[in-house]
């Protein structure tokens, strides 16, 4: 990979995508000029990185021809010396580069429509799905996403038997799609007497949320159902038939939600969750080819795979498929995961990047 040819490229078409932002007609488009502002916005950082990649290359000439000359010992030395220290820092410049210019994934910047089932382990399995649902509001907060619940189902003995729900801001399915995967707990049950660990499970499910023009879907093959909510919600539980259940016949997918208290609006969140789940069918089957040829552990999206064991008594969070550990679970379990979505996106982008070089 020619890194310069490609910065100047790429320095190029910054400069340009910057003219055409100022064009009153891409203003009038909110779309393009929405996607042209975020396009510009990305280039900026890789602009600021040749900037200074040139720098220092203009620095480490001027240094050699100094060498080449020889007039003065001391020069001579000071210049060899700040070289070598260019030249590490150039290396480091160059492996920055070449992880920004492995091509973003184009789901990336979607918001994301998040599940996350009880697994096995009985009680002890919902009371951990709603301990994950948690730490993944606070990681929301903290990033300043919106939450929006969907649909919830609660466990008896607390937490959630499911709970879905639509997080909104920026890279949000960037971040949150490397969660996707079983994961296991291993702590001593409020609800044992003995003492005992035991290891339970939850399953999560990250979509990036669809939008309308991704995905087309006929009406005539959608079958609506309205029903009387249940569970917690306040007084309108049980009194009208404002919940909603939707199935699209040709896939067999079903959807409901019965979060708000108008049938309307839980429709319309219903057919949002529905346009994800078959906008990420979709996916998988463009994906799968190429997640065949990259073998890849990280970022496959296998839910049915074991991706990380949180284990209490020793305080360690293991993520399998990167062999990290950590021993901060209390701060992770509070929504501190961000350290450990960072080294997955790194080894991912490592990954992608050794493709493009066999390429």
Same mark, same amino acid.
Request: glycine content about 6%; overall charge negative.
């Given at each position: 990979?020619?890194?310069?040819?490609?910065?100047?490229?790429?320095?190029?078409?910054?400069?340009?995508?910057?003219?055409?932002?100022?064009? /009153?007609?891409?203003?009038?488009?909110?779309?393009?000029?929405?996607?042209?502002?975020?396009?510009?916005?990305?280039?900026?950082?890789?602009?600021?990185?040749?900037?200074?990649?040139?720098?220092?290359?203009?620095?480490?000439?001027?240094?050699?021809?100094?060498?080449?000359?020889?007039?003065?010992?001391?020069?001579?030395?000071?210049?060899?010396?700040?070289?070598?220290?260019?030249?590490?820092?150039?290396?480091?410049?160059?492996?920055?580069?070449?992880?920004?210019?492995?091509?973003?994934?184009?789901?990336?910047?979607?918001?994301?429509?998040?599940?996350?089932?009880?697994?096995?382990?009985?009680?002890?399995?919902?009371?951990?799905?709603?301990?994950?649902?948690?730490?993944?509001?606070?990681?929301?907060?903290?990033?300043?996403?919106? !939450?929006?619940? !969907?649909?919830?189902?609660?466990?008896?003995?607390?937490?959630?038997?499911? $709970?879905?729900?639509?997080?909104?801001?920026?890279?949000?399915?960037?971040?949150?799609?490397?969660?996707?995967?079983?994961?296991? $707990?291993?702590?001593?049950?409020?609800?044992?007497?003995?003492?005992?660990?035991?290891?339970?499970?939850?399953?999560?499910?990250?979509?990036?949320?669809?939008?309308?023009?991704?995905?087309?879907?006929?009406?005539?093959?959608?079958?609506?159902?309205?029903?009387?909510?249940?569970?917690?919600?306040?007084?309108?539980?049980?009194?009208?038939?404002?919940?909603?259940?939707?199935?699209?016949?040709?896939?067999?997918?079903?959807?409901?939600?019965?979060?708000?208290?108008?049938?309307?609006?839980?429709?319309?969140?219903?057919?949002?969750?529905?346009?994800?789940?078959?906008?990420?069918?979709?996916?998988?089957?463009?994906?799968?080819?190429?997640?065949?040829?990259?073998?890849?552990?990280?970022?496959?999206?296998?839910?049915?795979?074991?991706?990380?064991?949180?284990?209490? /008594?020793?305080?360690?969070?293991?993520?399998?498929?990167?062999?990290?550990?950590?021993?901060?679970?209390?701060?992770? !379990?509070?929504?501190?995961?961000?350290?450990?979505?960072?080294?997955?996106?790194?080894?991912?982008?490592?990954?992608?990047?050794?493709?493009?070089?066999?390429?």
């Amino acid at each position: 990979m020619d890194i310069e040819k490609k910065l100047e490229e790429l320095k190029s078409r910054y400069h340009e995508v910057g003219v055409a932002l100022s064009d /009153p007609a891409v203003f009038d488009n909110q779309k393009r000029y929405k996607d042209l502002t975020k396009y510009h916005s990305d280039l900026s950082e890789l602009v600021a990185l040749y900037d200074k990649y040139q720098e220092l290359k203009t620095n480490l000439a001027g240094n050699q021809e100094l060498i080449e000359a020889g007039e003065d010992d001391e020069i001579l030395e000071m210049a060899k010396e700040e070289n070598s220290s260019l030249k590490k820092e150039i290396a480091e410049l160059e492996e920055q580069v070449k992880i920004k210019l492995v091509p973003k994934d184009p789901e990336d910047s979607k918001n994301a429509i998040v599940e996350v089932r009880a697994g096995t382990g009985g009680d002890e399995a919902g009371i951990f799905a709603g301990d994950l649902f948690d730490m993944y509001r606070r990681y929301a907060d903290q990033n300043k996403w919106n !939450m929006e619940l !969907m649909s919830v189902n609660e466990a008896a003995q607390g937490g959630y038997k499911e $709970v879905v729900f639509r997080l909104e801001g920026e890279e949000v399915f960037g971040k949150m799609k490397y969660e996707s995967g079983v994961h296991r $707990v291993q702590r001593v049950p409020a609800t044992e007497s003995q003492g005992r660990v035991h290891t339970s499970a939850a399953t999560v499910a990250v979509l990036p949320e669809a939008e309308e023009v991704d995905i087309t879907i006929n009406p005539a093959d959608l079958e609506f159902e309205a029903f009387r909510a249940s569970g917690a919600g306040g007084q309108h539980v049980n009194t009208t038939d404002s919940a909603v259940r939707i199935r699209h016949v040709p896939t067999g997918v079903v959807v409901s939600c019965q979060e708000e208290r108008s049938q309307h609006k839980n429709r319309d969140k219903a057919m949002t969750m529905l346009r994800s789940k078959l906008y990420e069918a979709e996916l998988e089957k463009k994906h799968k080819e190429r997640a065949d040829a990259r073998k890849s552990q990280v970022s496959t999206g296998d839910r049915s795979a074991k991706i990380r064991t949180y284990n209490f /008594p020793q305080g360690r969070l293991t993520d399998h498929r990167i062999n990290l550990t950590l021993y901060n679970l209390d701060d992770i !379990m509070k929504g501190d995961i961000g350290a450990v979505i960072e080294a997955l996106r790194v080894q991912d982008n490592l990954e992608r990047l050794q493709e493009l070089s066999e390429q």
